[in-house]
């Protein structure tokens, strides 16, 4: 009998009370373990979750409008059980010759794709302590069984039975808003009943959260990085950046406000998967996210999806951390930003993760949890692991944090291309473990572009040159660039000392040889120390100013519907090609 046909006779049965049907679990892109050889979780979904843990799932990559290719980690094609985590306390009661042989070969041959959770958990107590990680999104699902008991409540203004006051006028906390148990929505008015209740309309707040801290071990769905973690959600994106209400309040007001929020609820780390132009950066953003790093509270930003060294901020503000995003082969996603001002990789291909169950999903069959790529996706794996690092290092400092991000990463995915980044893969056991040592780089996110005029054809910028931990001596800086029409005066600077969390500033001369050259400039920047070295490229678009141009001539126009004379430049033809 086919399905239909034995449903029918069933229904019609009187013994049968009702009918449920088991329907097959379908993702469009991700395939997921057969079996979990290396670590084992009782959410149902975990098996998807290939940035986790990697043991055998493949991603679906398109070749084409029709054909489409399965997609590996290599590492873990070729490993075997983690017998220690799946024997348990029995491991200790079986013969040391046996026990060596099951462990033989363990290791794979190559670094698996994943951020190391297996490491974490091993090397980690279960019982760390909570933290807080505000989610500065587009809200999230607060009825999701995986999310409804990670909020970070703010129990001094929630009523009795720790849901949200509607009717409280009082801010109890003088914390600015009334009645924020459960976080706020800055997308509306103050004193609209919406604002006490971040509800995500759009997906992508609940999907950020859901990686950062999905409940674990609970028999349901997919899994955080800790249920240690609680999230502080704070909606500053409307489902339709284009409607009128959106309008209402400016996007940069509504994340000003929400970072500055997040300081004030004392959250231990601030995520925001999202970024702006340079048009539309404000002096009131850049004055929030210095509050907060000020207050040493580390801001984890997505590098964007470009595919290209495109500045966004806050990823472009010195102090952010900056994330892109990393496939299950361990390389750069093609769609991921790169270059200077990205810090780290993050798995942020294909990734499984909450969603609100009111909203349907395109890429999976199971409502409430969808698939979704970016950078957005890749910061929040390092938020978590921030926030875990906060958890078991007390009183760390931003520093420490940022050291540690450079230090302990997987530089494999730099190995062809050093030029992606400051640093390769998050994993997140070496992310607590390293060993403290200088971590000395060059600061590139002011570097934006470089001025110089035709007069001269000289420029100069400065370059801070940051210690973020041990103190380091004899450190000797090399810059040089890879454009034969760009002369550098001095490529040599010598650094006598550089204590913790401490920077010198080095200037850097240099002159135009060949205007006809290409204007945008790659930097090669190399910390020497000791018997250590380590290489950073950063690319930057050189600007000529028509100050003082002896090929510019001033001119004179008037208007002829209102009299008014205006005064312009213009360049002649013969110069337009002189572009650098």
């Keep these: 009998l ?29 395939n997921p373990a057969n079996e979990q050889k290396r670590f084992q979780m009782e959410d149902q979904l975990f098996a998807y979750q290939w940035g986790l843990v990697s043991q055998g799932q ?43 042989n099951l462990l033989s070969g363990q290791k794979p041959t190559k670094a698996f794709a994943d951020i190391n959770f297996v490491g974490f958990k091993k090397a980690n107590p279960s019982n760390l302590k909570e933290v807080k990680v505000a989610v500065i999104d587009s809200g999230i699902d607060f009825g999701h069984p995986d999310l409804k008991n990670m909020v970070a409540k703010n129990f001094s203004e929630c009523n009795v039975d720790g849901g949200t ?12 808003v009334p009645g924020d148990c459960l976080g ?13 209740l971040p509800m995500d309309d759009a997906g992508h707040g609940t999907h950020v959260a859901g990686i950062i801290a999905a409940e674990i071990q609970n028999n349901f769905g997919v899994a955080g990085l800790g249920n240690n973690i609680k999230i502080v959600p704070i909606k500053v994106l409307h489902s339709d950046e284009g409607s009128e209400e959106a309008k209402q309040i400016a996007f940069t007001d509504r994340v000003a406000r929400g970072i500055l929020y997040a300081i004030k609820r004392d959250v231990d780390v601030i995520n925001l998967s999202l970024g702006w132009l340079r048009q539309s950066d404000t002096k009131y953003l850049r004055e929030a996210v210095n509050a907060a790093l000020a207050r040493g509270i580390p801001v984890i930003a997505a590098a964007g999806n470009n595919g290209s060294n495109a500045r966004l901020y806050p990823c472009s503000y010195p102090g952010v951390i900056c994330v892109g995003a990393s496939t299950i082969e361990g390389k750069a996603a093609d769609f991921s930003n790169r270059g200077g001002n990205v810090d780290i990789f993050a798995p942020g291909e294909s990734i499984l993760s909450t969603w609100p169950v009111t909203v349907v999903p395109l890429e999976f069959s199971v409502h409430g949890y969808e698939i979704q790529s970016g950078t957005s996706q890749s910061a929040p794996y390092v938020s978590g692991a921030v926030a875990q690092l906060i958890a078991a290092k007390d ?28 640093a390769g893969r998050l994993d997140m056991e070496k992310l607590i473990s390293v060993k403290e040592q200088s971590a000395i ?23 801070p040159i940051v210690n973020y931990w041990k103190d380091a001596e004899n450190v000797v800086v090399k810059i040089s660039t890879n454009n034969s029409g760009i002369e550098l005066m001095r490529s040599e600077f010598p650094i006598n000392e550089i204590a913790n969390a401490k920077s010198k500033t080095i200037p850097v001369d240099g002159r135009i040889i060949d205007i006809k050259a290409d204007r945008t400039v790659q930097f090669k920047v190399e910390i020497v120390e000791a018997d250590k070295s380590r290489i950073f490229y ?12 002896p090929n510019v001539e001033e001119r004179t126009v008037t208007f002829l519907d209102k009299p008014k004379h205006v005064s312009y430049t213009h360049l002649r033809a013969h110069e337009t090609r002189h572009d650098l």
Excluded: C, M
């Design 184 to 196: 706020w929505n800055f997308t509306v008015h103050k004193n609209d009943p919406r604002a006490k």
């Design 538 to 549: 950063h690319t930057v678009n050189f600007v000529r100013l028509l100050i003082d141009d």
């Design 2 to 30: 086919d399905q239909d046909k034995l449903l029918s006779l069933l229904s019609q049965t009187t013994e049968v009370v009702g009918i449920e049907t088991i329907d097959k679990i379908e993702a469009l892109s991700i």
């Design 58 to 100: 493949s991603v679906r990559k398109d070749k084409d409008d029709i054909n489409y290719v399965l997609i590996k980690d290599e590492a873990s094609q070729s490993s075997t059980p983690d017998w220690l985590t799946l024997l348990g306390d029995q491991a200790a009661n079986l013969p040391a010759e046996v026990l060596a």
């Design 441 to 463: 780089v060059p600061v590139f996110k002011s570097l934006d572009e470089i001025s110089y005029t035709l007069k001269d054809k000289k420029f100069r910028f400065p370059l």
């Design 395 to 422: 009183e760390i400092k931003l520093s420490e944090v940022q050291a540690r991000i450079l230090l302990s990463s997987n530089s494999d995915i730099l190995k062809d291309q050093p030029e992606l980044g400051s």
């Design 165 to 176: 006051n509607y009717d409280s006028r009082d801010d109890l906390d003088d914390n600015g």
